[in-house]
């Protein structure tokens, strides 16, 4: 019998990943992807922890779920992802409607439980077991046929960092074997898939030993970069003390890998570095900045800024903006500290709520204006754009520039997968417009 699932994704790239995972899934219990929330047989909420207000936010969905479900047949309801790992079953005991929470590390048991369902009996699921987890997805096809398309390489943290949730949310770290990442991309490639992000929570950490040879993530960059049908290759979210030589390198060899890092520093004071246990100094940061722009000047950084961390006094935040005069850094995050539960820095005393706040408002446009800089010194320039799809409801195509930022221009559904040269129009923030001249190349 044909069912219909709605998966409601938060969080990061490694939940998208996964809820991707779990259609793959699902489909061979008889589950259909629906794009319609308002009539399905399962719906699942794959739940983000990283700042306060996760949790809440979780009971508020249930709470609209139930609307809709009020007087039809109510849905399996499932709590997936970092919530549900955090949480376990203190999520089955505050809301009878959910039926199931399910770890991020647990998903090859989900066709098995929806199956265990018709007991209506109710199930927690939260071990950490990333060796049967990806195992299973290498058995599973993958049946992502985007351009562009998340590949997961490695998960989970062995840093803890004071902050942060996820050595907790998703277990220590782990690395796919070689090959089933190969398998994995190949398997993109034959769906027509043109982009692979490889994506961990410290991706670059990837190290994989077989009998022979030792694989870290530079040598998947380079066997990427040597299929034809792949034109680019990006990999987030990296920790600066795992920026190796090897990768450094592929900035200057590889040919697909964009010249765009993601690399969070958090803030710009060793003092406060210190403090979160980042076990990286700014120096550390910089010298990686220095050698990449020293092989390819194109390439961009990109970090996430933490502000208010317990004991940021206003000289480390300045330091912090001093940083900002070294790097231009683009395509950034910037968020006020939020404590986490079961974290060291949960309980440490706060940064008054209106200086964090004020800081957070002076960092921000300080990275709001390297953006609109970078994105208007590409006016009236030709950049290479992979077209990803057209815009719902509109006759425009979207696409990427090598910066990740989104370009909107007109021209024909056919150049989806292409990587066409547009030329800039005019930009804001965010967005890149352009226009394909005549003569200009679609490859
Ligand atoms: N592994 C990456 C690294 O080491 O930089 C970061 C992963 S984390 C999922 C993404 C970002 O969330 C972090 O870089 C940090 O800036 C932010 N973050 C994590 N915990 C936070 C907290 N308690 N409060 C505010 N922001 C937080
Ligand atoms: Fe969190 Fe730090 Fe691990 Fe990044 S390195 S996931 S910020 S604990
Ligand atoms: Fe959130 Fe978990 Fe990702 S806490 S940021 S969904 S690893």
Redesign the pocket.
């Known amino acids: 019998m044909k069912k219909k699932v709605f998966i409601k994704t938060f969080g ?1 790239q490694m939940n998208e990943y996964d809820s991707n995972r779990i259609y793959d899934s699902i489909s061979k219990i008889g589950y259909h992807k629906s794009e319609d929330q308002n009539n399905v047989d399962c719906y699942i909420l794959n739940t983000c922890h ?2 306060d207000k996760a949790k809440e936010k979780v009971f508020h969905e249930i709470g609209r779920v139930k609307e809709i479900y009020r007087g039809k047949n109510k849905p399996i309801m499932v709590v997936a992802g970092c919530v549900a790992q955090a949480e376990n079953q203190e999520v089955l005991n505050r809301d009878p409607y959910i039926d199931i929470v399910i770890g991020p590390q647990s998903y090859h048991k989900m066709n098995d439980l929806l199956e265990s369902n018709i007991f209506k009996k109710k199930i927690e699921e939260t071990e950490f077991d990333s060796v049967s987890k990806f195992k299973y997805y290498d058995e599973i096809e993958n049946k992502n046929n985007n351009i562009s398309a998340y590949l997961t390489i490695q998960e989970g ?1 062995d ?1 803890f ?1 004071h ?4 050595p907790y949310t998703r277990g220590p770290e782990y690395s796919r074997p070689f090959y089933q990442v190969i398998n994995e991309a190949e398997q993109l490639v034959k769906n027509g898939v043109k982009e692979i992000t490889l994506l961990g ?2 991706v670059n950490a990837y190290y994989f030993k077989d009998n022979t040879k030792e694989y870290r993530i530079s040598d998947l960059i380079k066997y990427l970069d040597k299929i034809k049908e792949i034109k680019r290759i990006r990999y987030t ?1 990296s ?1 600066p003390k795992d920026m190796t030589d090897d990768l450094i390198e592929c900035y200057e060899s590889s040919r697909k890998l964009m010249p765009f890092v993601h690399l ?1 520093i ?1 803030s710009g004071s060793d003092r406060i570095l210190h403090l979160m246990n980042r076990k990286h100094k700014v120096e550390d940061y910089l010298n990686v900045y220095f050698k990449i722009k020293k092989l390819n000047p194109e390439v961009e950084f990109s970090s ?3 502000i208010g961390y317990p004991g940021e006094t206003e000289k480390d935040f300045s330091d912090t903006l001093k940083l900002l005069e070294k790097i231009r850094f683009v395509n950034s ?1 910037s ?6 539960p079961g ?1 060291k ?1 949960a309980n440490l005393k706060m940064v008054d709520s209106e200086v964090a706040k004020k800081r957070l408002i002076t960092i921000q446009k300080k990275l709001f204006n390297n953006q609109i800089e970078l994105n208007k010194s590409m006016e009236n320039q030709k950049i290479e754009v992979l077209i990803e799809n057209k815009l719902s409801g509109q006759n425009k195509l979207f696409g990427r520039n090598k910066y990740l930022s989104s370009v909107i221009l007109e021209g024909s559904e056919s150049l989806i997968g292409n990587l066409v040269d547009v030329k800039i129009t005019s930009s804001n923030q965010k967005t890149l417009f352009g226009i394909i001249e005549k003569n200009m190349k679609a490859a």
Request: hydrophobic share 40%.
């Open positions: 990061c990283i700042r943290c840093k960092c902050f942060c949730v996820v929570q410290n979210t920790h969070p958090q996430d800024f933490i995050f968020f006020v500290f939020s404590p986490r974290t820095a």
